[in-house]
């Protein structure tokens, strides 16, 4: 283990990698320096071997030719003097051989071979006359030797041949002493550099050691330590740098302190509650006013934060999975017959590592606000709209009057009388308002009764008739023979069908038509249908035609008296019997309205 840590060290990495540079590079250039010099000192070798052969050759060849076109062998010309004067390399043995390949001198002591039929291949492709015929072996002794053979040529004629035998030891020799010198050059450079690689990482490795020690004591809180500056060097720059980085993460975790402090004061004095979970639901993190809302202790483990707002899981693991969601918690008190509403809302928290690893969920106290809310609608759907078609309706027959159907008795009379309906009609839509208002509640209560069908459409048609004439609008009113009665609670049908009516009456042009059925369909039940001939609705509308205070044309609308909640009062009136309403229109073709109701037989309990 000691040996891994040992190699693990910066500095050790330094010198062994300088060393392996260094090694590297003279390895590279020793062998290129070493393998040029044996090629040149061979081939100087060759050449100057080459050259004596060459002139040993042209000097037997000019000075020792006879007529007779043979080297000759008596006291005529003394080979063996002209053979041991020649000067060659140390040892090397040069032999004169004639046409036949036998020695006739030799500068060797070796006279014996005098006589002798030399039999090297070499000698036989010189008699041949091939020139340049040279190798090396390796003799008897172990010794490697340049062998040479030369042809002797008189005219053109081959009279005899040259062959020399020069050693190559001293050359080798020389060579491996080359090598020595190398090698020892070699092992005295790493050494130097090895000391120079120590020196140098030490340089290094210092100020990092250094560093080393300030991280340490950074990660376990001394801030106050200080990395010593050697220079202005890309170490020094680093020291400075992490000295920099010191000061603004004690600043920064200061900071961070006195935030988390203001976190918690906030947490513990928000008219909010806040709850705070990890990764799997529990809770970690609760403030005063969130314990005080839910009636809890302090967090204690095992707890969920289902559990604490006393809900399903799925919203929560919807949460835990990235998803934000709202809901509304009902929870009932001992102080206060009321239930308390809070608005729970979820929240992921999410790192940017990990993702999600927890949720926050705040609970703010909107009993009051839900309650001032179910008042405003109660208020405008009491008031806004309904009350305006009668105020209408006495309007007109009052300035009738005032132009001078006073002055008609039985015309007056009529007048009146209209006013005195629709005036006690208002007063059935006051209290109709209330009614709306439980049913929103669900503590409305039905007056059914046995309505003629023809009866109570034909009353809706007089109503409107002022206006119907106005606008030059023709009503139709058809009643299915076998069902002519129904159990209904009169009042409010006949407030659906004045806002029906009213509707159509003013999305309708002039000149336009209307048409009122009242038919049993296909389900049993009573379906009773307005259909007209006016602008219609955008089909984009129809799916929120039924919210309340929504106005398909707001401008239009507002101008015609329309609040936007007859349709949302209507329904609410339908559905109050146990029935439905559909709605069919088509943009400047016309709208079919139809409001369907469960037929209850007369007596039942349900009537």
Do not use: W
Request: without cysteine; negative net charge; proline residues 2%.
């Amino acid at each position: 283990m000691r040996g891994v840590r040992f190699f693990r060290s910066i500095q050790i990495k330094l010198i062994m990698m300088v060393l392996l540079l260094i090694l590297i590079a003279v390895q590279l250039i020793g062998v290129y320096f070493i393998s040029t010099m044996k090629t040149s000192l061979i081939n100087t070798f060759s050449s100057t071997l080459d050259s004596q052969a060459n002139m040993l050759t042209t000097v037997l060849s000019t000075s020792n030719a006879n007529s007779e076109g043979s080297l000759p062998t008596g006291a005529e010309v003394n080979l063996s003097a002209l053979v041991s004067n020649f000067l060659t390399y140390s040892g090397a043995e040069v032999q004169v051989l004639d046409a036949g390949g036998k020695v006739l001198a030799t500068s060797s002591n070796h006279q014996s071979y005098i006589g002798r039929k030399n039999t090297s291949l070499l000698v036989s492709r010189a008699l041949q006359g091939v020139r340049n015929n040279e190798e090396e072996i390796i003799d008897e002794s172990n010794v490697r030797n340049k062998v040479i053979a030369k042809p002797i040529f008189s005219g053109d004629k081959i009279v005899g041949a040259v062959y020399i035998v020069a050693s190559m030891s001293e050359l080798y020799r020389t060579m491996e002493d080359i090598n020595r010198i190398f090698v020892s050059a070699t092992l005295i450079a790493l050494g130097l550099t090895a000391v120079l690689g120590v020196l140098l990482a030490g340089t290094i490795t210092s100020p990092i050691k250094a560093l080393t020690r300030q991280a340490g004591a950074v990660a376990e809180g001394r801030f106050d330590e200080r990395v010593p500056v050697f220079g202005k060097d890309e170490i020094g720059q680093l020291s400075i740098a992490f000295n920099e980085m010191t000061d603004r993460l004690s600043d920064a975790l200061a900071l961070n302190e006195e935030e988390k402090e203001k976190l918690a004061s906030i947490l513990s004095n928000m008219s909010d509650g806040v709850l705070a979970t990890d990764e799997v639901g529990g809770v970690i993190v609760t403030n005063r006013r969130a314990r005080a809302m839910l009636g809890l202790q302090e967090p204690r483990d095992g707890i969920t934060l289902s559990q604490a707002l006393g809900i399903e899981r799925e919203p929560i693991a919807e949460t835990l999975q990235g998803n934000e969601s709202s809901m509304l918690l009902h929870r009932e008190t001992e102080e206060s017959t009321e239930d308390e509403i809070y608005r729970v809302t979820l929240t992921p928290i999410r790192r940017r590592d990990k993702g999600v690893v927890g949720a926050i969920a705040v609970l703010q106290d909107v009993t009051e606000a839900e309650m001032l809310e179910q008042s405003r609608r109660e208020f405008v759907a009491n008031v806004s709209h309904e009350l305006r078609t009668p105020l209408t309706t006495i309007k007109s027959y009052a300035e009738a009057l005032s132009e001078g159907a006073l002055n008609e008795p039985p015309l007056a009379d009529r007048f009146v009388g209209v006013i005195r309906s629709e005036t006690e009609r208002m007063i059935r839509l006051v209290t109709d308002l209330l009614h709306l208002s439980r049913f929103d509640s669900r503590r409305n209560q039905l007056l059914r009764q046995n309505v003629d069908l023809l009866e109570m459409l034909e009353e809706v048609v007089d109503r409107f008739s002022f206006q119907l004439r106005q606008k030059a609008i023709t009503v139709s009113v058809k009643v299915e023979e076998t069902r002519k009665t129904a159990m209904l609670d009169r009042d409010g049908i006949d407030q659906v069908l004045d806002n029906l009516v009213s509707n159509a009456i003013k999305y309708t042009l002039d000149g336009g038509s209307i048409d009122i059925t009242a038919a049993t369909n296909g389900d049993g039940q009573l379906a009773i249908a307005i259909k007209d001939t006016g602008i219609g609705i955008p089909k984009k509308d129809l799916p929120r035609i039924f919210e309340r205070f929504y106005r398909v044309d707001k401008a239009r609308s507002r101008n015609m008296g329309g609040t936007g909640l007859g349709l949302s009062i209507a329904r609410e009136i339908v559905r109050a019997h146990g029935g439905s309403m559909t709605i069919e229109s088509e943009s400047n073709v016309g709208t079919v309205v139809t409001v369907q109701l469960p037929i209850v037989p007369e007596g039942s309990e349900s009537a």
